[in-house]
């Protein structure tokens, strides 16, 4: 019983100490409508205005995600960041659908931030 008690605390212990080396980072994706005749948007990264809140020791993780500029598929988008490991957590329309944003998180391990 002891040995198992003994377990049951440290594998707490580990988890807790995994938790804390992570770190959530955020990433908005805007959508405008191209015209009202085509289900074409122009869709760029908005990363934020502080670069400093949003810095990666591997420059490969902003490559990656600016790959969503020039898309114009919304779904495209989607299955980009998916397949990178972002999830979408809020999306929001403006101008009657003119403008559609959309937010993304993915937690990453301390190391890999600046």
Not at 57 to 85: M, P, R, W, Y
Not at 87 to 100: D, F, R
Not at 101 to 111: A, I, N, P
Request: aromatic share 14%; net charge neutral.
């Amino acid at each position: 019983m002891r040995t198992v008690l003994s377990f049951i605390c440290l594998s707490f212990i580990l988890y807790t100490a995994s938790a804390q080396s992570t770190i959530e980072k955020y990433c908005q994706i805007e959508a405008y409508h191209k015209n009202g005749f085509t289900s074409a948007y122009s869709i760029r990264l908005v990363p934020g205005n502080v670069d400093s809140l949003f810095s990666f020791k591997d420059s490969d993780v902003i490559d990656h995600l600016k790959k969503v500029n020039g898309l114009t598929s919304i779904s495209d988008v989607f299955n980009l960041l998916a397949e990178q490991g972002w999830k979408l957590i809020a999306s929001s329309t403006l101008g009657n659908g003119a403008l559609i944003e959309f937010y993304f998180k993915k937690d990453f391990d301390r190391k890999d931030v600046n």
